[in-house]
């Protein structure tokens, strides 16, 4: 559990590409994002209000997130000055890099000499138990996906966002760093060790009300051979009652892996539905969430309307189009 | 990679159940197995030539395998005295014990202080990639169980067995301690970071001769929801030629999980053989390996007639039977 409010930092980030997890939690958690504060040469702005480390401070940030990717891998010299004055003064530090906090040696020093916590949300931190398939009550929805990358973290975001709006009960479920420096808790999935990983899962999503929805962030695909295995994991140790699935209909191969072409919805809804109802004979596909960046409106809209007459299901590109219909299919279960 | 030949350590093992590790490698490398060293009370013996350490080193072993299960979990002053004598001999340790041969500051001295290595086989000691999903050269068969223990490791081994005594070119491939402890090398899959399970997989499992099988070590189900990432990443990274379905008839529910039945063969074969299909399209189902131990030897040749019938594949016992008509479909390929 990482401490909120936030101060945002965003360093040297060169341009708005490189902040990618300060835009998450200005645009989904921004009550998280108290300011930024950025040095010199600074090419991205999130448009949010510019603040010292004491000014943050005084207006209640607990925690400075490294809201973007470093330079070459490497913590600067200029960045560790802004951490370890921060850490000074009782803040604590995350971040998702993929050189950790902890290895550095003035941070934890510096940590241990002014009780700070330092979060590298890529590192487990709990101890996760075996999955033991029991029923657990409430609700939960997955978000799978033909392909890596195609938006699984957004349509559980933007769905998890209009189902409070409307006043249900739902929690968004981060399995990777960037949902985790969002919401401040979660499972960074990718780096549980095999025997856990559906039981880290089944940790994430315990008992609730019965009218509560877990949003589960999906991982990789099932159809990815580099990740399938932590796909299978989250169908398993997610008992999903409802699942999504998710597209972008321009690619030509599998991230990552030329000359494996991506399967069609019908394949991806074939083949999870049965594995999913292994864990939860319940389990529902209950709608089709279309990236759809590469194509103009006009083409959206007649691929998503293809969609529907297809599959017989509601399809939406939640950030062009909302997430209503997706989050009505939901909440008729 | 563990120094071969052994000698096998069986303590004070109260019978040959707690000696599992130590009758597998007489069983399947028994060119490993020069001898055993057993303490005052050992229930457990393996028909071996006894032999005092000095003995074993003379006649050529390299290394000291406790073959056995550890009462309590706790290394014993008793096994102490062996195993750090052993070491100032100039042996190695290799164990697939939970606690750990490395935790033990006693063994970790005399290793450092005689030059000895301690190969604690639960543990990955490679460096895996993320898995590319590029075609390999040489064959792969692997056995997918309805469950967990339903005879996946044995199937493998009995093959690999059979196909070496009629010249093929085969070598088991193993994903688990004991088989890591039987064959000197190996994946200890359910202990790898789920990102790297796949390429563990594809690193353990490289281009070979054309006519060359690796016999692939199963582990876990796509239907017991504890470790059926596992079994996912091992189908997408063994790239599998040849699916052996592996079933035990008389399990009344999945192992560990009351209220999860298993699932009929069909089902296997049906889920299992897509998702192959995914990173070897050509992969096919060769045979069923079916596990009779609680069946009559009538009742055993019943279904499996039953099973070749419903199936139109070869089916056997190899305990019992053999594995001949397996390998003949695996040799047909």
Not at 103 to 122: I, M
Request: aromatic content about 6%.
């Amino acid at each position: 559990m990482i401490e909120t409010p936030y101060l945002l930092f965003l360093g040297d980030a060169p341009d708005m590409l490189a902040a990618k997890v300060a835009i998450g939690i200005r645009d989904w958690r921004p009550e998280n994002a108290i300011g930024q504060i950025r040095l010199p040469g600074c090419g991205a702005d999130l448009g949010l209000t510019e603040m010292t480390l004491a000014e943050a401070q005084a207006a209640g940030a607990k925690t400075l997130v490294i809201g973007v990717a470093n330079r070459g891998g490497v913590i600067s010299a200029a960045w560790k000055e802004v951490l370890i004055q921060a850490l000074e003064m009782g803040y604590d530090l995350a971040s998702g890099l993929h050189n950790l906090l902890r290895d550095e040696g003035d941070l934890v020093a510096a940590a241990q000499t002014y009780g700070g916590t330092l979060h590298d949300v890529r590192v487990p931190t709990d101890g996760y138990p075996i999955a033991n398939g029991v029923k657990r009550s409430g609700k939960r929805c997955l978000a799978v996906g033909t392909d890596c990358s195609v938006g699984k973290m957004y349509t559980a975001m933007a769905m998890e966002a209009e189902m409070v709006k409307r006043g249900m009960k739902a929690t968004f479920r981060a399995t990777g760093q960037t949902g985790i420096l969002i919401t401040g808790h979660g499972v960074p999935l990718d780096a549980v060790i095999a025997d856990f990983m559906a039981g880290s899962v089944e940790y994430l999503t315990p008992d609730n009300d019965d009218d509560h929805w877990d949003m589960i962030e999906g991982q990789g695909s099932l159809f990815h051979v580099s990740y399938s295995g932590v796909t299978m994991a989250l169908i398993h140790g997610g008992q999903p009652d409802a699942l999504i699935l998710c597209h972008e209909p321009t690619r030509e191969h599998m991230r990552g892996l030329p000359g494996y072409k991506l399967p069609s919805l019908e394949q991806l809804r074939d083949t999870a539905l049965p594995l999913a109802q292994v864990s939860n004979p319940a389990c529902m596909v209950v709608g089709v969430s279309v990236n759809t960046q590469h194509l103009s409106e006009d083409e959206a809209r007649t691929y998503l309307a293809e969609v529907e007459a297809r599959m017989g299901l509601p399809a939406s590109d939640p950030y062009r189009f909302g997430s209503d219909k997706l989050v009505d299919a939901l909440a008729a279960i």
